[in-house]
T-cell receptor, first 113, second 116 residues
C-alpha cells in the first residue's frame, strides 16, 4: 500500500467546513483513497473512498487531485461530534476485503465551539 | 450500514488468566474478520486475520499461541488472550468487510483490556 502523509492535528470552528489534507505521492494507478475516522475510545468508522473522481456522500466529500498525488476530505459543516482522528489510507480496491487495514498516525481534528 | 458488535466492552483480569473477546457481525455474514490492537496514543495495529473454517493468519511479531483466534461461524470470531500479562493491556478492535461491499471495513466498538 502506498504511504500517506497527514498533518498531526488541525482545529476547525464549529459550523465551518473542515478540510483535511492527505499526501500520497507514490499512489499507483489501481489504488484507491479511503478515509476512516476514530472518535475517542471507539472503533473506527468508514467515511468515504474514491479512485480519481471526486466523491460525495452524506458524511463528507472527497477531492482527489488530477495527478492523484494528494486528496482532501471535506466535512462541510463540522460539529463538535466530528472531533476525532481521521485516517487517510491508500490501498487496492476489492482485494481490499481480504486484507486488513494499515493505519498511519492520522490527523487529530478538533472542532472548537 | 453494517453493524459489528464486541463483547465485553471492558474487562479487568489478573495476570496469568485468559480472556476471551467476541466479535459478531449482526446483520451480515463475514467469512473474514480482522483483529487489531491499539495502545494509548498510538494507531491501530493489525494483529491477525480470522478466516471462517480455517486457521487464522497472524502478522509478524504476533504470537499465535498467545492470541488464539477461532472463527467458528459466519458471524462470530473470538480472540482469546492466554496467560495475560500487564503488557497485554490494550484496546482490542475487530472489523469485517460487509458481504455487499468488500471495499469497506466495519469496525466493532472495541474491548478495553486491563491486566493487573
Amino acid at each position: 500500500d502506498a504511504k500517506t502523509t497527514q498533518p498531526t492535528s488541525m482545529d476547525c470552528a464549529e459550523g465551518r467546513a473542515a478540510n483535511l489534507p492527505c499526501n500520497h505521492s507514490t499512489i499507483s494507478g489501481n489504488e484507491y483513497v479511503y478515509w476512516y475516522r476514530q472518535i475517542h475510545s471507539q472503533g473506527p468508522q468508514y467515511i468515504i473512498h474514491g479512485l480519481k473522481n471526486n466523491e460525495t456522500n452524506e458524511m463528507a466529500s472527497l477531492i482527489i487531485t488530477e495527478d492523484r498525488k494528494s486528496s482532501t476530505l471535506i466535512l462541510p459543516h463540522a460539529t463538535l461530534r466530528d472531533t476525532a482522528v481521521y485516517y487517510c489510507i491508500v490501498r487496492l480496491h476489492s482485494g481490499g476485503g481480504a486484507d486488513g487495514l494499515t493505519f498511519g498516525k492520522g490527523t487529530h481534528l478538533i472542532i472548537q465551539p | 450500514g453494517a453493524v459489528v458488535s464486541q463483547h465485553p466492552s471492558r474487562v479487568i483480569c489478573k495476570s496469568g488468566t485468559s480472556v476471551k473477546i467476541e466479535c459478531r457481525s449482526l446483520d451480515f455474514q463475514a467469512t473474514t474478520m480482522f483483529w487489531y490492537r491499539q495502545f494509548p496514543k498510538q494507531s491501530l495495529m493489525l494483529m491477525a486475520t480470522s478466516n471462517e473454517g480455517s486457521k487464522a493468519t497472524y502478522e509478524q511479531g504476533v504470537e499465535k499461541d498467545k492470541f488464539l483466534i477461532n472463527h467458528a461461524s459466519l458471524t462470530l470470531s473470538t480472540l482469546t488472550v492466554t496467560s495475560a500479562h500487564p503488557e497485554d493491556s490494550s484496546f482490542y478492535i475487530c472489523s469485517a468487510p460487509s458481504s455487499w461491499s468488500t471495499d469497506t471495513q466495519y469496525f466493532g466498538p472495541g474491548t478495553r483490556l486491563t491486566v493487573l
